[in-house]
């Protein structure tokens, strides 16, 4: 399996495969005390081992925070983090804690009980029971002799077979042979305590188990697996969330990992040699100062706190006096951070860290940096330089640290800033990509210093695509520009090639490729194809920006970007993708209260109910035909005659000449059908949206379905015929290879490998695209109450309006970390300059790049 593969090409290039980097001693203990020590059970501590790995971070924070949720409040837990221990040789495993668990009878001293478990688990029931479980005897219990993911361990007998020499030395096949060569070593534990994914059973299950890799909802290695939905996974983001919104993190300031104390008597020896200014062992220039300089003006700050090794004479210290300016500086060293003064902690207007937080332990990071937020009362702005294993000193020394991925630098910050949303901050990593080569990202976020974000939605020559920026951007409420491309796709590309050739300054002449110059916004919008891409160049000029793309090829993306996409169009998960039921829409009472009072005349006596049909039409995937559309068209007319109405339709760009003759032959006359036009300036889309007492909708128009379920109108789903093409059959294929679940011996899911493989990362890398699973949309939006399929008996009750925009705005802002902006909704470059109704040419009048 490719994952495998690369751990072992990984670990051949290591001199010294057995070595650790920057681990303690000690093993990392969480420890969770009884609430009260006048009712403390006399019940001996719960000892729990967990196997993890950094990459693991949110699985470990939520595996603990399930034990909170279901512990016994009178007992002590301990919980010792198996993670990255030295002596092993971790090449030849699957995950990067295979073998720690046959070290625990020794690492628990040969006594007593404990509980082993992967990280990828949580409680549902208290551990205690697990724990003081009947062993009837034996060394081991666990669901299978061979499935060693939870187990219960008598360590004084288990000392005798599983030695931390052995788990050092030999493979785990092999020691699990060793134990079960003894007799009445294993013991069977209930199910109930390893329930494997789709096994979980509600009201018995007592832990539940996310033992497929390409599944688990936390997403840990998104660059060696392509991941899915799990069933079960919401019980774990329900955690998740729980923790989230309690602040909860394994250490804080006031019990802080066993490393952090190690390093801190390491770095107190040093702020002597930080405190000369001589000093040049490091170097302590911020790489982007004249940013920092912008951003402290316009924060407007006067009282600095510089935090790292950072030399007496800064940038800071230069720029202060040359301009005289009055800005009062503190500096501390991790030696002597503020909250271990033993003084009052006050604040700072804005708060500079540099050479610091990488130094230390990574199971510190969330609550140093949100010690950091706590400290300043504007302006965060960090510099993380996680380029290399070693870290230099000022002393001239080296710390070796593992550098952590980018998502957990970010994670850090997004969480904090959570909590602290009036600071805005700015994170500059300095890291090394696949390829080894020195890459700087940037993440900005809080409360932007400049007033809020500013954005721009890309519209190109599909309208639909543009509706549903448009629609996005007046949800989020921040002041928008619409930016009208011209530039052909062969332009954009031409361009990307010229730059990343060094060419710089090379343009397209005037009216083909244009310019999308600064100042750059802070959001940018796109849908569709193009658009999207155009985006992405966007992101590449200005890194600091976010990117929201709309649609079903809107990937892949890079961690900046912020994907949205219906749930039926079943791609791969990401991180950073929301999902939605329907197409965002622009669609609202204002618009449609606008468009009826323009238009009443149309509709002026015409018999009710009008049952208006939305018409799409042919496309890629679907066909309407001449014969499609005018059996519509006569199934509209009999719908309409048994309810006593009168059937409109208003049809699409797609719907073409030849189907809309036929849909006006079908539905008994032309002053019956609306046919669009290219040229129509006052196209009455929502003026028949506002004038439906029932719609009926063609399935293959997700936008349409979309704008009609917004209203509080009965809905009719008419599906039309799919086109079949070999490519969609050769997806199709791609999909289910994908998605195959091929088990073990034991029953477990295997990891992706081989052609599953393949044909997943084609899917992921957007080559390959999912056939839209429309039946599963239908059903949704059946299941909600939203619409019925059409033969269904009419019911003229009005039914709540299924809109998702505000909701998606909510997440949409909370993903950006754009907080605090009670700003009154953006109308700018809205209807007074760019009309957005459906399927129709934008009108020239909105701002175009030519």
């Not at 093409?725 to 081989?754: E, I, M, Y």
Request: with cysteine; charged share 25%.
């Amino acid at each position: 399996m490719a994952f495998l593969i690369k751990r072992v090409f990984v670990g051949l290039a290591q001199k010294d495969p057995a070595r650790s980097c920057g681990r303690w001693p000690e093993l990392e203990c969480v420890v969770l005390p009884a609430v009260s020590e006048a009712e403390k059970s006399r019940n001996p501590p719960v000892r729990i081992f967990l196997g993890t790995e950094a990459a693991q971070f949110r699985a470990e924070r939520v595996f603990v925070w399930s034990i909170v949720k279901v512990r016994d409040p009178a007992r002590r837990y301990e919980i010792y983090l198996l993670k990255d221990l030295p002596g092993f040789d971790r090449r030849w495993w699957l995950t990067g804690f295979t073998a720690y668990r046959f070290a625990i009878p020794e690492l628990a001293g040969g006594a007593g009980r404990a509980i082993y478990n992967d990280t990828d688990q949580i409680y549902l029931a208290d551990p205690a029971e697990l724990f003081d479980m009947p062993m009837q005897g034996h060394g081991f219990l666990s669901i299978h002799p061979r499935d060693t993911s939870v187990m219960l361990l008598d360590c004084a007998r288990m000392a005798r077979v599983w030695t931390l020499a052995g788990a050092r030395r030999q493979r785990r096949k092999q020691l699990e042979a060793k134990a079960l060569a003894v007799s009445g070593m294993w013991g069977r534990l209930d199910g109930a305590w390893n329930a494997r994914d789709g096994e979980y059973a509600p009201g018995r299950s007592r832990l539940v188990h996310f033992t497929t890799l390409q599944t688990q909802p936390w997403l840990p290695f998104p660059s060696d697996y392509v991941y899915w939905q799990n069933p079960v996974g919401v019980l774990w983001l329900e955690l998740e969330r729980s923790a989230d919104q309690a602040g909860y993190q394994l250490f804080d300031a006031s019990t802080p990992s066993a490393g952090y104390h190690a390093l801190q008597s390491r770095f107190r020896r040093l702020t002597a040699a930080v405190a000369d200014s001589s000093s040049t062992a490091v170097d302590a220039g911020f790489s982007d100062w004249p940013v920092v300089q912008r951003l402290l003006q316009q924060s407007s700050a006067r009282t600095v706190l510089e935090f790292g090794f950072i030399s007496g004479y800064t940038a800071l210290s230069a720029e202060r006096d040359q301009r005289a300016a009055d800005w009062v500086v503190e500096r501390r060293t991790p030696g002597e951070p503020p909250w271990e003064k033993g003084e009052a902690v006050r604040s700072f207007d804005a708060v500079l860290c540099r050479k610091a937080l990488e130094y230390f332990p990574d199971e510190d990071l969330p609550w140093l940096i949100d010690k950091l937020f706590a400290l300043s009362d504007r302006l965060l702005h960090v510099e993380v330089d996680d380029t290399a294993s070693l870290k230099r000193l000022p002393d001239g020394s080296t710390l070796e640290i593992a550098p952590r991925r980018p998502a957990r630098w970010l994670s850090c910050f997004e969480l904090a800033s959570r909590r602290h949303p009036r600071v805005h901050y700015q994170l500059v990593l300095n890291t090394r990509d696949a390829t080894g080569r020195r890459t700087q990202a940037m993440r900005v976020g809080g409360q932007l210093v400049g007033g809020a974000p500013r954005v721009w939605v890309l519209a190109h020559r599909k309208p639909g695509h543009t509706s549903q920026a448009v629609g996005l951007a007046e949800a989020l409420a921040w002041p928008y520009e619409i930016k009208l491309l011209r530039t052909l796709p062969w332009v954009l590309l031409a361009r990307c090639v010229a730059q990343r050739l060094g060419w710089q300054s090379w343009s397209p002449g005037p009216g083909r490729g244009g310019e999308l110059g600064p100042p750059w916004p802070d959001v940018v919008v796109a849908s569709g194809w193009f658009s999207t891409r155009v985006a992405r160049w966007l992101r590449c000029e200005n890194p600091a920006l976010r990117a929201v793309l709309l649609g079903r090829k809107n990937g892949p993306s890079g961690p900046s970007d912020l994907l949205i996409g219906c749930a039926h169009f079943a791609l791969p998960l990401a991180a950073n993708r929301i999902e939605t039921v329907l197409p965002v829409h622009p669609v609202s009472l204002e618009r449609l209260r606008d468009a009826a009072e323009r238009q009443a005349k149309r509709f002026a006596g015409l018999s009710r109910p009008r049952i208006v049909a939305l018409v799409g039409g042919d496309s890629k995937h679907s066909v309407l035909d001449t014969a499609g559309a005018y059996r519509l068209g006569q199934d509209l007319q009999t719908f309409a005659r048994e309810a006593g109405g009168v059937a409109l339709a208003i049809t699409s760009r797609r719907t073409g000449a030849r189907a809309s003759a036929a849909l006006k032959l079908g539905i008994g006359g032309a002053e019956y059908v609306h046919e669009w036009r290219r040229d129509e300036l006052d196209n009455p889309y929502f003026a028949y949206l506002s004038a439906a007492d029932v719609f009926v909708v063609t399935g293959d128009s997700e936008s349409m379905l979309a704008e009609a379920a917004a209203t509080d109108k009965p809905l009719y789903i008419y599906p039309i015929a799919e086109r079949a093409r070999l490519w969609d059959r050769f997806a199709r294929w791609v999909t289910h290879q994908a998605q195959a679940q091929r088990r073990n011996k034991r029953g477990s899911v295997r990891p992706q490998r081989g052609l599953q493989y393949l044909c997943a990362r084609l899917l992921d890398r957007a080559w390959v695209l999912p056939p839209r699973n429309t039946p599963a949309l239908y059903q949704a939006l059946i299941e909600r109450g939203v619409a019925q399929m059409f033969g269904a008996p009419l019911e003229l009750r009005s039914r709540v309006p299924f809109r998702e925009s505000t909701e998606l705005a909510e997440r949409v802002r909370e993903q950006l970390g754009f907080y605090d902006h009670d700003l009154p909704r953006a109308a700018a470059s809205s209807l007074s300059e760019c009309s957005i109704d459906r399927e129709y040419a934008i009108e020239e009048r909105a701002e175009s790049v030519p």
